[in-house]
Nanobody
Framework: DVQLVESGGGSVQVGGSLRLPCAASGYAYNRYCVGWLRQAPGKEREGVAAIVSGGGQRYADSVKGRFTISKDNAKTTLFLQMEDLRPEDSGLYTC?????????????????????????WGPGTQVTVSS
């Protein structure tokens, strides 16, 4: 079974940084699209960043230039490096593996397409940015 476990969340001040790892077991990240999504209370889940199957990176406009998605060489851990954090970055951050790519990449582009039930999701880690 595929298991995804996020960590690294916490409370930071505006302008601070966090690095979120997502460890995978029963799975190698190099086969499918992988990414990070977030959800704030009362809001829809939105895509943050993705690595597509060809290795290219995609970012939501709101995080471009501030967030960086990466994988380790063994491709068992996915990372999200977050810089210059803002209050609107607060939310539950979840990593996901998507065989069809559309669920993650669509949401990174602002479109809630695809079938989330076909992706694997971690439980999430909370990020709170305060001023």
């Amino acid at each position: 079974d595929v298991q995804l476990v996020e960590s690294g969340g916490g409370s930071v001040q505006v302008g601070g940084s966090l690095r979120l790892p997502c460890a995978a077991s029963g799975y190698a990240y190099n086969r499918y699209c992988v990414g990070w999504l977030r959800q704030a209370p009362g809001k829809e889940r939105e895509g943050v960043a993705a690595i597509v199957s060809g290795g290219g990176q995609r970012y939501a406009d709101s995080v471009k230039g501030r967030f960086t998605i990466s994988k380790d060489n063994a491709k068992t851990t996915l990372f999200l490096q977050m810089e210059d954090l803002r209050p609107e970055d607060s939310g539950l951050y979840t990593c996901a593996v998507d065989p069809a790519c559309t669920t993650i990449t669509g949401r990174v582009s602002g479109m809630p397409v695809g079938d989330p039930s076909r992706a694997d999701w971690g439980p999430g880690t909370q990020v709170t940015v305060s001023s």
